[in-house]
Structures are given as structure tokens and as C-alpha cells.
């Protein structure tokens, strides 16, 4: 007898595009940190990518509340121990970060670039929290499934860590710049959230068991396993592998990579709600 | 805090006359709604954003002392947990304790992020579209406030819906089981009353006559937020793994990369 909140395809895409936002930032701070002078224009790309995509995820969030005028209301109030609540401050707070690093990766000077990577290892926590806490908001909710998933916010984390990565590895291929050993090194660290997605996503419904029903079967299982687990991960993954050289390859790896994460987002939001 | 105040419903003693849904739909001013045929008395199926109380009609077949099919009649009604999964999931403080121990909704502050809808183990919280905000049971806050009972228990003809304060009530409640148990009613049982129980206590607790999975009731509801840390923590693990991947993946090879 319990009621479902009615969450839809707004938070769907707000999950999906939070995920990217926050795994294209805390991709973009590691490649800034510890990466090459070369991998300063990765770093770029994620934090360009970020920006506009907190801004929209800001924007559906408001949209789907039941009064949007009020939206404030979470910002005259903090509980610690609440996704929702510490979660609408984490995503005000990692946009500014996203500005922040934005304007700074256009500048030519050294002292700056070093200001911009000690902020972006600040910034990278918030890009960390934004990718994982929606699976901790949902998990720790009375619904079935959702609430049995104590593995929610790691999947959702892992899966927003590969989708960031795909995505920016995507935009280096169209905007003509996938070569040479940053295109590798970004291949590389999407091809390892691969991996760990899949871990988590194998531990998950291991201990789910009976309770992940609602998405490995039924009418959304088709979904889960064709297009997540077979379209969104594995073949990905395999072309990440054995792609070798033939970068269009790892374009379309990094494509599936970004369906997959939707597809996510969306059989476990409409789950239990359909 | 005041002493905590509580409604105790006695479900043996309801004859389902629906007096109760009636006077919180009218003293609250809850409004019209489409009918739904549920196949019994019962409207609506479940709590609706205008209706708080429910009379639910259950058929259970066996559930009579003498083995016969037993009509269980419940008047249903927000719990107002002591620990309320909707309160700690509020966001914007809309949701609130009173000094009498009952929570509430304030329609002036709620957003409408329906968090709590999710987070309510029993299924009350329910969104309303047209105000785009959530809806509960009050407890007639402006009744208790006023040295008024909530209009449900005034309006009860049987005394099924009981108001004061808890401490009392339980006490009334256990007696009560005790009659019943002497009646023959084996499987009569307090829901809620135990404050060292599930949920911290139910500040509405009832008294059935059937295992609370009878009245479509969880038999240990439990606080959504409980798993928080462990969540998190887990969550932290992962973001270790993809983080130290990526570090791996973009460390200079200088420094000993791959």
C-alpha cells in the first residue's frame, strides 16, 4: 500500500545528466592534476561540459517540483543525513565549481592554472557527490527495489564516471581533436569505470536477488539486459578492448557508453512506478 | 514537549459507518472526489490528497474465533511516526513535530519535491497537483490546539477512534486486548503502541484483530533513512575505484605510469 512519488522523465534526465556532469568534472580535475601539459585540453572539455549541464540539471530540478517558485525553500535549510536535502546544496555549490574552473581553464598563465587545479581537487568532491548521492536518494526511500539497494549510489557513481568519461571522449572525437596519448589516456580511464560499473552492477543484483525483479525482468527487462548490461556495457567494453587504433570505434564505444547510462537511470526510476 | 497526545483506534468497535471520513472531509475542507468502486464499501481504494481517513473493509476468510470468515472494518489514518520516515526526508522543513508529538505538513513552506511521498513506510503522503504540494492527516492541528479532539474521533459513534494522551491510551488499549484475548479473539494485537517498538512508536496506533498483514499493514515497517552510512560509504568505495583508475589512466608516464 505505499505511493510512489511520481518522479518521471524530468529526473530521469536530471540522473543522467548529473551523472555526466559530475563524471566529466572529476574526470577533467584528475587529468588537470596529475595528467600531462597535453591533457590540459581534456581537463578543458570536462569542465566546459560540466558547466552547462549543472545548469541544466538545475533547471529540471525546479521544474519538477510541485510549486517551482519555492525551490528556495531547500536553500533556508540543512539536514545533514538527507540526499534531498544536502543534495539541492551540492548541486548549487558543484555549479559554481563548474564556473569557476570553466573561466580559469582559458587562461595562458601558470600561477592561475595552478590556482585552478588546487580548486579543482575541491570541486571534484562535489562532482563525485553529484554522480553517486541520486542512487543513495533513492535507496533510502520506503519503495521496494529502491530501498533494497544498497548498492544504488555505487552503481549510479560508477555508471556517472563512464558516461562523464564517454562524453568527453565523444566530444574530443567530433570536435576532431581524438589523437595521440591523451585520446589513449581517456580510453583507458573510461574503459576501468567500465569495468567497475559492471562489478557493482553484478554485486548489485547479486544481492538483490528476487528484489531487482523490477528491472531484470518483466516489461522493463528487455531494456535492462539488451540495452544496459549487452548494448551499454559489454559491447562498449569489448570496443574499447579490441578497438585498437580505429578510433570511430571508440566514438561509438563512448556512444553506447552514454545510452547505457541513460537506459539506467531510466528502467531504475520508472521502475517501480510504471 | 507537551505530554504526547495520540489517537488510538479500536478496530473491533468500528461499524464502519464512515462518520469519520465524512468530518475530516468536512472539517478540513478536503472537497470532492471521483468515487472509486473498490468491490466493497471501501472509497477510495487508498489515502488520497483529500482523504486522510479511510475506513478499509477487509474480508478475512477464517479470521473469526469460531473459524468463519471475519468482515474486519478499520478506520485508517496517518501514524505520526515518532520516527517519520516523510519528516526526515523533508528538504525544506515543511514537515514538522508539533509540541503535542504529531507531525505536520505546512502548505505555506512545502515545494513539492514529493521526497516524503517516497519516504512514508505506510503509504499516507500523498501529492496534491493542484496546490503542487504534499497532503496529510493533520491531526487537526487547529482542533488540538483549540482544546478540540481531531473531528475524526469526535465524530466516531462507538468510541473506535479514541483522542488523549498517549500514555493513557496505551494503557486503556492494553486492557482492552486483554477483554478481547478473554473473548476469544486470539490474534488480537496493538499496532504501534509500543514505544520501544517499530518506528519509535505510532502516536495514531490501532487495535486489530488479525495480523496486521490482514489489514494490508507492514508487520515491521521500518525507517527508510536507516541505511544512510552504509549507502554513502559503499557509494565512497566506488568513487575510489573510478577515481584511482582515472589517475592511474592520466598519470604522467614519467612518474612510472602504465
Known amino acids: 500500500m505505499l505511493k510512489v512519488p511520481g518522479w518521471e522523465m524530468s529526473i530521469v534526465w536530471y540522473f543522467f545528466l548529473g551523472g555526466i556532469a559530475g563524471g566529466a568534472y572529476f574526470t577533467a580535475a584528475i587529468a588537470d592534476n596529475f595528467g600531462s601539459f597535453r591533457d590540459r585540453a581534456v581537463a578543458r572539455v570536462g569542465y566546459l561540459l560540466s558547466l552547462p549541464l549543472v545548469a541544466v540539471c538545475g533547471v529540471l530540478l525546479v521544474v519538477d517540483l510541485g510549486v517551482p517558485a519555492r525551490f528556495m525553500n531547500m ?127 553484478a554485486i548489485f543484483l547479486g544481492v538483490l536477488g528476487s528484489a531487482a525483479q523490477p528491472i531484470t525482468s518483466g516489461h522493463l527487462g528487455p531494456l535492462f539486459w539488451g540495452g544496459l548490461v549487452g548494448a551499454g556495457l559489454i559491447v562498449p567494453l569489448l570496443l574499447n578492448l579490441f578497438g585498437g587504433r580505429m578510433r570511430a570505434l571508440g566514438a561509438v564505444s563512448a556512444a553506447l557508453v552514454l545510452v547505457g547510462g541513460f537506459i539506467l537511470r531510466y528502467v531504475v526510476v520508472m521502475s517501480i512506478q510504471g | ?92 522543513g515543511a514537515i514538522y513535530r508539533t509540541e503535542h508529538g504529531t507531525v505536520n505538513i505546512n502548505q505555506d513552506v512545502c515545494n513539492g519535491c514529493r521526497y516524503c511521498v517516497a519516504s512514508c513506510p505506510f503509504g499516507v503522503v500523498s501529492f496534491n497537483e493542484q496546490t503542487g504540494t504534499a497532503k496529510k492527516c493533520t491531526f487537526c492541528n487547529d482542533r488540538i490546539h483549540n482544546g478540540l479532539g481531531p473531528a475524526c474521533a469526535k465524530a466516531c459513534p462507538t468510541d473506535s477512534i479514541q483522542f488523549g494522551f498517549r500514555d493513557d491510551l496505551v494503557a486503556k488499549a492494553n486492557k482492552r486486548v486483554e477483554a478481547l484475548k478473554g473473548m476469544g479473539f486470539k490474534d488480537a494485537q496493538l499496532y504501534g503502541a509500543d514505544s520501544g517498538g517499530f518506528l519509535g512508536g505510532l502516536n495514531a496506533f490501532f487495535l486489530l484483530l488479525a495480523r496486521p498483514a490482514t489489514y494490508n499493514l507492514p508487520e515491521h515497517p521500518k525507517l527508510p533513512q536507516r541505511n544512510v552510512v552504509v549507502d554513502s560509504l559503499l557509494s565512497i568505495g566506488s568513487a575510489i575505484l573510478v577515481g584511482v583508475g582515472a589517475m592511474l589512466a592520466f598519470r604522467e608516464r614519467g612518474k612510472g605510469g602504465e
Open chain 1, 75 to 201: 536553500m533556508l535549510h540543512f539536514k545533514f543525513w538527507d540526499p534531498m536535502s544536502i543534495g539541492a546544496w551540492a548541486v548549487g555549490i558543484f555549479g559554481a565549481f563548474t564556473f569557476v574552473s570553466s573561466v580559469l581553464s582559458f587562461t595562458a598563465s601558470e600561477s592561475v592554472a595552478s590556482l585552478r587545479r588546487k580548486i579543482s581537487l575541491v570541486g571534484m568532491l562535489f562532482g563525485f557527490f553529484l554522480a553517486g548521492y541520486t542512487g543513495v536518494l533513492l535507496s533510502n526511500s520506503a519503495m521496494p527495489f529502491w530501498g533494497d539497494s544498497r548498492l544504488m549510489g555505487a552503481l549510479f557513481l560508477a555508471s556517472g564516471g563512464s558516461t562523464g568519461m564517454a562524453a568527453v571522449a565523444l566530444i574530443m572525437f567530433l570536435s576532431g581533436r581524438a589523437m595521440g596519448e591523451s585520446w589513449h589516456k581517456i580510453e583507458v580511464a573510461d574503459r576501468f569505470s567500465m569495468l567497475v560499473e559492471l562489478l557493482v552492477l
Open chain 2, 1 to 92: 514537549m507537551a505530554r504526547t497526545l495520540a489517537m488510538f483506534t479500536d478496530t473491533s468497535l468500528c461499524i464502519g459507518c464512515r462518520a469519520c471520513q465524512v468530518a475530516c472531509k468536512q472539517w478540513n475542507e478536503l472537497g470532492l472526489e471521483t468515487p472509486e468502486w473498490t468491490g466493497t464499501y471501501q472509497n477510495h481504494a487508498h489515502f488520497t490528497e483529500k482523504t486522510f481517513r479511510l475506513v478499509r473493509f477487509i474480508e478475512a476468510p477464517g479470521a473469526k474465533p469460531n473459524g468463519d470468515l471475519a468482515w474486519l472494518l478499520m478506520s485508517d489514518v496517518c501514524k505520526h511516526c515518532a520516527q517519520a520516515g516523510c519528516l526526515d526526508a523533508c528538504p525544506t
